[in-house]
């Protein structure tokens, strides 16, 4: 049974930083693309960043760029989203997501048949 667990979200101010952490488990994590999403309220599922099974490509999301980054630790089944700079129109529920085909160019949720249960990110003061 696949399993896909994200960690790391909570409240912070504008300007503040979180990252969020996403475990996986049965599943081949070295050959899955990786990818993180978030929905906010009243909106559409955006993909947020995508990274492929070796880590050598990624896709983000231009509003983020800059200020968040994905990584992955193939030997601990780990995939990360590093988030900076944190904005208050950043607040959604994150998620992670695996495929073994390779979304990372389109990253789109329709692609990724793993999810996880998704993390709470919200930024105010």
């Known amino acids: 049974q696949v399993q896909l667990v994200e960690s790391g979200g909570g409240l912070v101010q504008p300007g503040g930083s979180l990252r969020l952490s996403c475990v996986a488990s049965?599943?081949?994590?070295?050959?899955?693309?990786i990818g993180w999403f978030r929905r906010a309220p009243g909106k559409a599922r955006e993909g947020v960043s995508c990274?492929?099974?070796?880590?050598?490509?990624?896709k983000v999301l231009d509003s983020v760029k800059g200020r968040f980054t994905i990584s992955r630790d193939n030997a601990r089944n780990t995939a990360y989203l590093q988030m900076d700079n944190l904005k208050p129109e950043d607040t959604a529920i994150y998620y992670c997501?695996?495929?073994?085909?390779?979304?990372?160019?389109?990253?789109?949720?329709?692609?990724?048949?793993?999810w996880g249960q998704g993390t709470q990110v919200t930024v105010s003061s």
């Open positions: 997501a695996a495929d073994a085909w390779d979304a990372t160019d389109y990253c789109d949720g329709v692609y990724f048949n793993h």
């Open positions: 049965g599943l081949n994590f070295e050959i899955s693309t």
């Open positions: 990274i492929s099974k070796s880590g050598s490509r990624t």
